[in-house]
């Protein structure tokens, strides 16, 4: 086995407690003999959920000697908030204990620089690995057995059931619910998300008239999982973004049943196929659909981008963004977006719930994206007034209202909020909503989806807007002081035991650096294949953002004569490691003049 550095674990500490243990509280002492993976994650980052789904075998195949710690380190202001943290636990099934740190301490004992990242201590007590991103699973699984296979010859490891308790379940008829749909009859479709199901309501928004699924996570004609978008099709049909399967299902009110549509269950990756055959194409995390202009769009939250499906030759592909995260605006081929989670259509806009930049946006017919309210990825608040000062903060949802303007799930400020096109006014149409994720028109009406209430709320529409006192906010990340002028980028990859990076088709890495503003970078943005670059600061700019977008594609590495990357094995197993960065940072005379993110492995 190859030697590693041995770095000791700082201790966990959290304001907030310890969630998932009985009320039991943790320090590593009383891991030591385990292994353990902290999960350094927020609720709001779609490629923290992914993580989550990837730890869950990992999870149940080495329960006896892996604890599994989440984490919770915000980046929203309400994310910092316990109860929204307990609902987040229960929400997204965490069947692990999760330290909630509001204040991001462990964080900073960590040096963390990115939502998701993954650290693997051992059993006695060392750092051993860090992994940033997405795609490491498969990597922290080979590493887990070694340190098994070492620690139990040295008698350091200890087996045995994990410090994880499960809550007790409680009784809803909806519980986090996601999206509705007003349906034909005047009953509402509501997808059920942590259920796993879509409810059918009576036009009271309250009586069950039948669930569809089973309740189970699955991928079957009687299951879903964590299904949310909803969209009504000229034949009836309802189109499901079913977000953890990575596809899109269709419901027939008529007889009851599920097909699957579009996707393949997989998640899609990059170099996957952007567009063909609806199902042999795989998606990322659909997290909502609208009909416009005659295609079913889909905001693709997995990959900051917009897809389209049409059902009548069964095809999906790329409609708008690159899979960079963040906010331009332009032609959509072009334009950046950041976890899209809403669509709502009028005659000629297609509206978007932007949520991580706290932004509401359109794309028209000519397919040019455009901003309406927000300014990029760490601004957020509750901001009222002209669209180009208000504020929102993660906002899941859109609406288009009867008098043309539209109504904004204003998610984490517990808001709804409405934007009127001609006036270019934002104000908030009502407070006191919990976790609202998406509304529907029924008649004179709104019907708000309270996500973390478990239920439907019908308002009235209001003549007058609600005061709010106005709250700006922005991430409270610490920024990383650099030097001006020359600054080294390293991005750190070490390919998994037993794997090398796969060359056989070209370069296997891939490096992507921008900034906001974009004058904070002289020199160093741009597309390349090396994972080390160096960087030129404008001393003028004193802060900023660093936008670095790395991944890197291994495969087995089972060398032979042939000498070719991937040895005597034509089909060896590959994987992808990728993870997208954004770091505030500010620039100070004689500060570190290299910059060092950790995408897999340790920082030599």
Known sequence: MASRARV?????????????????????????????????????????????????????????????IGVHSPKFVHEAEHQAVVDAVERYEVHHPVLDDPDLATWKQYAVRAWPTLVVIDPEGYVVAQHAGEGHAHAIEKLVEELEAEHTAKGTLRRGDGPYVPPE???????????????????????????????????????????????????????????????????????????????????????????????????????????????????????????????????????????????????????????????????????????????????????????????????????????????????????????????????????????????????????????????????????????????????????????????LTRLRLPDEAVRVESVAHRTQRAATEVAPGKLQLDVVFQAPTGQKLDTRYGPSTRLLVSSTPPELLLEGDGAGTDLARPLTLNPAVTEGVLHVSAMAASCDDTASDSGSAAGSNEYPACHVHQQDWGVPVRLTEGAADRLPLVLAGMDG
């Open 8 to 68: 000791r674990a700082p201790e966990l500490i959290g304001r907030g407690g310890w969630l998932n243990t009985g009320d039991q509280q943790y320090t590593l002492a009383d891991l030591r003999g385990r292994i353990v993976i902290l999960d350094f994650w927020t609720f709001c980052c779609i490629n923290c959920l992914h993580v989550l789904d990837e730890l869950r075998e990992l999870e149940q195949k080495h329960g006896d000697t892996v604890v599994i």
């Open 169 to 455: 379940p409680v009784a809803t008829d909806l519980r986090f619910p996601g999206k509705a749909l007003l349906l034909p009859s005047g009953n509402l479709l509501v997808s059920d998300s942590t259920r796993h199901q879509l409810v059918e309501l009576a036009a009271d928004g309250e009586t069950v008239v039948r669930r569809i699924g089973s309740g189970e996570r699955g991928f079957g004609p009687d299951t879903f999982s964590e299904p949310q978008g909803l969209a009504l099709l000229p034949d009836g049909k309802v189109v499901v973004a079913d977000t953890v399967n990575h596809a899109l299902r269709a419901y027939d009110p008529e007889t009851g049943t599920v097909e699957t549509v579009a996707g393949t269950g997989r998640q899609w990756w990059q170099g996957s196929p952007t567009s063909g055959p609806a199902l042999e194409v795989d998606l990322s995390s659909p997290w909502d659909v609208a009909v416009f202009d005659g295609l079913v769009w889909i905001a693709m939250a997995g990959v900051h981008q917009l897809w389209t499906y049409d059902p009548e030759d069964g095809t999906v592909r790329v409609a708008a963004g690159t899979t960079n995260e963040g906010l331009v605006d332009g032609p959509a081929q072009e334009a950046w977006f950041a976890q899209p989670s809403g669509l709502a259509a009028t005659d000629d806009r297609l509206w978007i719930a932007d949520s991580e930049t706290s932004a509401l946006r359109w794309i028209d017919r000519d397919r040019t994206v455009r901003t309406a309210v927000g300014t990029g990825l760490f601004d957020f608040g509750h901001r009222d007034g002209a669209a180009e000062q208000a504020l929102l903060q993660h906002p899941l949802g859109v609406t288009a209202l009867p008098d043309g303007s539209v109504a904004i799930s204003d998610t984490y400020n517990h808001a709804l909020r409405r934007y009127d096109p001609a006036s270019g006014e934002v104000t908030t149409l009502a407070t006191d909503l919990r976790e609202p994720s998406d509304a529907v028109v029924v008649g004179e009406d709104v019907v708000v989806v309270e996500s973390a209430r478990h239920r």
